[in-house]
């Protein structure tokens, strides 16, 4: 089998798939469900069907484009991403693997082989946490990691419920339909972007993700007491961005101290109330979100996160709230995918990395009915969510040919 990566095809559609946003170019804004991304969904499904790919969407507005293989029963081979993107990001998250998965797929066709196992490429609905405050509800759905009740609960910044948005989106269908079964793939492969800088750094052209770490996030309110910054003696303060203050430090050297280079935690919110420059902070909201491979561990920095809630509050006289948005677990790649990534690379004697990622992706919770695993390409100085992010032609191509290879071992 001979395969070749339509290289110039395959930049041309993501260059074209960009130009669906609500954003000016090079950046890209393309929120779930608006507009911009139906349109941008609706194309990629004319390119699939272009390919003679059997489409349909299920109700969270994930699409499924098959390739029916020789046995139609058996469970098919999935690979894919998303297409949503946060405001002002780039072209490539997420989209590398939808059109590269499309690309890899029209080369299998074009060399003539035929898959025993269907191959199914997945476009997520929603992965961007920008519209209802959480990521991947497609992809969790897909898994029963999340309810269908607890996705009925969620709304966007206008009030608007999922159910709601969905049927202005054209959705049809129950929410409770969305989960597969467990034996729907036999293994599901993701190409992605790496986010990060090590494949640049170590001149590695391709990584094979062996784990995706567990991430955790929560929203912190601190309330105080506000009053005139000339008038309110300091004796007598109850000042909720002081308490916050000393909570974001704790927090950033509990993730330093656990004595493992794999926890990170970020405090990327920090809204203050009222927010004037001669007013004493009333109230604070933060953002929490911890990671790491290790779950104990995980779990014991959102401990620590507790136990400082709780002295700063006594120390400070502030109430303080936690309120956890999602703790999941981590996810270990499958064996069988790990070796047919490999066995692509050597066949092409691709240099490649074994690594984690720390970004969670929807395979995290594909990984809950499947074996998953992922293939990273560089991209440049590891920008990712903004307009500069940038992958080069030949990386992406060289990624879409192993993944190419790899559906292939699967499906055979
Ligand atoms: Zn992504």
Not at 234 to 246: F, I, W, Y
Request: proline share 5%; charged share 25%.
């Amino acid at each position: 089998m001979n395969l070749t990566i339509d290289q110039q095809r395959l930049t041309a559609e993501i260059d074209k798939l960009a130009t669906f946003s609500d954003a000016e170019a090079p950046a890209v804004t393309r929120v779930v469900f608006t507009p911009s991304d139906r349109k941008a969904r609706a194309w990629v499904k004319d390119r699939c069907e272009d390919a003679g790919l059997v489409i349909h969407d299920d109700a969270i507005g994930n699409t499924f484009a098959r390739w029916v293989g020789s046995d139609a029963h058996a469970p098919a081979v999935g690979t894919g991403s998303h297409i949503d993107a946060i405001p002002n990001a780039g072209k490539y998250d997420g989209v590398v693997g939808v059109l590269g998965g499309l690309e890899a797929i029209r080369a299998l066709q074009r060399s003539g082989f035929r898959p025993k196992h269907s191959i199914e490429l997945l476009i997520f609905a929603s992965e961007e946490p920008t519209r209802f405050g959480i990521g991947c509800i497609g992809s969790r759905l897909l898994s029963g990691s999340f309810s269908p009740e607890a996705a009925k609960k969620l709304t966007d910044n206008d009030g608007a419920t999922v159910d709601e948005v969905r049927q202005t989106a054209g959705l049809a269908g129950k929410l409770e339909d969305v989960n597969l079964p467990h034996n729907y793939y036999k293994a599901f492969v993701e190409l992605h972007i790496e986010q990060g800088p090590i494949l640049e750094r170590e001149r590695k052209p391709l990584g094979i993700v062996e784990r995706i770490a567990a991430p955790a996030s929560l929203r912190i309110t601190v309330e105080g007491s506000g009053g005139h910054a000339g008038g309110v003696l300091m004796p007598d303060r109850r000042d909720a961005l002081c308490a916050a203050a000393e909570i974001i430090l704790a927090i950033e050297n509990t993730a330093r101290t656990t004595g493992a280079i794999d926890t990170v935690a970020t405090v990327g919110i920090c809204d203050v109330f009222p927010g004037a420059v001669n007013s004493i902070p009333a109230r604070v909201r933060l953002s929490a979100d911890i990671r790491d491979t290790n779950l104990q561990r995980r779990d014991a920095v959102m401990h620590a996160l507790d136990q400082v809630c709780q002295t700063t509050s006594a120390k400070r006289q502030v109430s303080i709230h936690q309120e956890l948005l999602n703790a999941d677990a981590p996810a270990e790649s499958g064996p069988a995918i790990l070796a047919a990534l490999g066995e692509a690379c050597k066949k092409h004697a691709f240099p490649f990395l074994r690594m984690t990622s720390r970004a969670y992706h929807d395979s995290l919770f594909m990984s809950r009915i499947a074996p998953v695993a992922m293939l990273f390409v560089p991209c440049r100085n590891g920008y990712s969510h903004r307009p500069d992010e940038y992958s080069s032609p030949e990386d992406i191509a060289r990624g879409a040919l192993v993944l190419a290879e790899t559906l292939a071992i699967l499906s055979a």
